[in-house]
């Protein structure tokens, strides 16, 4: 268990795109500090909680991603009249931010929960 919440931990080196942002005109990698609240995950304490959350979390953010990422091609293709390749790529960064945004709202929420004690429901 302690090499996954190793794993999780290293995801925040993807900030580390964030400086592209800064130092060139390609604004959008800015986006990318986002993953530094990743590195939360060398420093809170090894249970089954935080794995257990931590999954749920990435199958929402799984599922709604695949969502997104049809709904959003589907979308480009046929309403906005865009070519096959720039719908997909529509599709696919719909699709990417609403997974990485779910993903991170889902594991605030499960670990306030957590530390608020609530109760946690199997569902």
Same mark, same amino acid.
């Given at each position: 268990?302690?090499?996954?919440?190793?794993?999780?931990?290293?995801?925040?080196? +993807?900030?580390l795109?964030?400086?592209?942002?800064?130092? =060139?005109?390609?604004? !959008?990698? @800015? $986006? %990318?500090?986002?993953?530094? &609240?990743?590195?939360q995950?060398?420093? +809170?304490?090894?249970?089954?909680?935080?794995?257990?959350? =931590?999954?749920?979390? !990435?199958? @929402? $953010? %799984?599922?709604?991603?695949? &969502?997104?990422?049809?709904?959003?091609? +589907?979308?480009?293709?046929?309403?906005?009249?865009?070519?096959?390749?720039?719908?997909?790529? @529509?599709? %696919?960064?719909?699709?990417w &931010?609403?997974?990485?945004?779910?993903?991170?709202?889902?594991?605030?929420?499960?670990?306030?929960?957590?530390?608020?004690?609530?109760?946690h429901?199997?569902?």
């Open positions: 268990m302690k090499r996954k919440q190793y794993l999780h931990g290293l995801m925040g080196l +993807l900030s795109l964030g400086w592209i942002g800064i130092f =060139t005109e390609e604004r !959008a990698f @800015l $986006a %990318f500090f986002a993953f530094a &609240v990743d590195f995950y060398f420093f +809170l304490p090894n249970d089954e909680m935080l794995e257990a959350y =931590t999954n749920r979390s !990435a199958s @929402l $953010a %799984f599922y709604c991603g695949m &969502v997104a990422t049809a709904a959003a091609a +589907l979308i480009g293709f046929f309403a906005m009249e865009k070519t096959g390749a720039q719908a997909l790529l @529509l599709g %696919f960064t719909c699709g &931010v609403i997974a990485v945004l779910v993903h991170a709202i889902g594991n605030v929420y499960y670990g306030f929960r957590e530390s608020w004690g609530m109760s429901d199997s569902k």
